[in-house]
Structure formats: C-alpha cells, structure tokens
T-cell receptor, first 113, second 113 residues
Framework: DAGVTQSPTHLIKTRGQQVTLRCSPKSGHDTVSWYQQALGQGPQFIFQYYEEEERQRGNFPDRFSGHQFPNYSSELNVNALLLGDSALYLC????????????FGSGTQLSVL | DAKTTQPPSMDCAEGRAANLPCNHSTISGNEYVYWYRQIHSQGPQYIIHGLKNNETNEMAPLIITEDRKSSTLILPHATLRDTAVYYCIVRLRGSSNTGKLIFGQGTTLQVKP
C-alpha cells in the first residue's frame, strides 16, 4: 500500500514564476492538507481540502491556492513566487470520518532564486 | 501560535530511556495531545495521541498528567534511529480538525552510541 506520494521531490524556480506541486493521498483517504516548512522551523498549516473544497486555511496569502480532484489527489499552486517561499512543502492525508491521525509525504523541496 | 512548550534539545544514550516532556498548561477539555516526530529529510510521522488517560501503542507510551497540563512521551530503549525532532501538538477534537496541526519548534532528540 503506497503511502502519501508527492511530486516532484525537488524544484528550482525564479522569483515571479508560478509553481504547481502534486500530492496523492494514502489509499482510502479523502482529506488532504498542505504544510510549508522553512529551514529549521516546524511545519505551518496552509490549507485543507475535502470533497474538492477548501475547508480550512492557515495564515497564507491568496498567492497560495489549491485544488482537490475527484480521485482525492491534490495540487498546491503558488503564484508570483518570492524568495521567502523557499521551503519544504508537505502534503498530509487522512480519512475524515474515522481517522484521527495524519499521514505525511516526504515533501517537495522548493528553491526560489 | 503553538499551545505547547518543549525543550529545544535533548541527548540520550543508546539503549536508555528517553523521556520527552511537553507543557500544555492552557489545554481545554476539547483538545487532544498529539505527538509526531520528523526524521531528517522526511515528513512528520504520527506516534501517539491521548485525551486524558495514559496511552500506549507499538511506538511509545504517553503519560498525561491528571490535570492535563503536561505530558511525557517515553522511548523506553532509544536507538540511533530514534534521532529526530519530536513535536507535541494540541489539537481540537473532531474529524474536521484532523488536518490542521499547529507545530511548534519541537524537541531535537539526539541518541548517541
């Protein structure tokens, strides 16, 4: 059983560009959450998707947007990249009805130059 | 902001017990205590959670004080593979809140041979 998978594993972009990160949840999971982890810091919650809608959002600007597809996979989009967006982006999944814990992927390391 | 306080770092000798403390003095009756750990270059991994009683699973026992204001995660026989950042997190009950975790800085546990 594959766990949470994220692609790509590494990405380099320049300021002002746009980026799309992808996540496939663990089999049987229907909820996807995204986190940003700067170097040396704990992960910060960006938003959560369930039934193809954004359900909760952390303190991130509108440049950060997402999408969830009918197969529960998800994308994170970041527009107008800033140097400060350089971080590890983590996807986590869960089963909303019964699951009390998150399963995390290994993340996408984004570098903005 | 995180509602927990943890020591920034701890050392432990291999084979000895590692007791990881966490203070959550403002915890409410509707909040669980969760523990995750993050090994370098990986996503966080769920360890255990509890509400008001001591809990245990295949990974580690969790001791929660009677007033629920603090907890201790115990690694009975630490191995080198337990070297990681350990996060103690307080989270509202309810499956809609599963995906939204507020991480602090965590405790960096270094297990030494």
């Amino acid at each position: 059983d594959a766990g949470v998978t994220q692609s790509p594993t590494h990405l380099i972009k320049t300021r002002g560009q746009q980026v799309t990160l992808r996540c496939s949840p663990k089999s049987g999971h229907d909820t996807v959450s995204w986190y940003q982890q700067a170097l040396g810091q704990g992960p910060q919650f960006i938003f959560q998707y369930y039934e193809e809608e954004e359900r909760q959002r952390g303190n991130f600007p509108d440049r950060f947007s997402g999408h969830q597809f009918p197969n529960y996979s998800s994308e994170l989009n970041v527009n107008a990249l800033l140097l400060g967006d350089s971080a590890l982006y983590l996807c986590a999944s869960s089963f909303r009805a019964t699951n009390e814990k998150l399963f995390f992927g290994s993340g996408t390391q984004l570098s903005v130059l | 902001d995180a509602k927990t306080t943890q020591p920034p770092s701890m050392d432990c000798a291999e084979g000895r017990a590692a007791n990881l403390p966490c203070n959550h003095s403002t915890i409410s009756g509707n909040e669980y205590v969760y523990w995750y750990r993050q090994i370098h270059s990986q996503g966080p991994q769920y360890i255990i959670h509890g509400l008001k009683n001591n809990e245990t699973n295949e990974m580690a026992p969790l001791i929660i004080t009677e007033d629920r204001k603090s907890s201790t995660l115990i690694l009975p026989h630490a191995t080198l593979r337990d070297t990681a950042v350990y996060y103690c997190i307080v989270r509202l009950r309810g499956s809609s809140n599963t995906g939204k975790l507020i991480f602090g800085q965590g405790t960096t546990l270094q297990v030494k041979p």
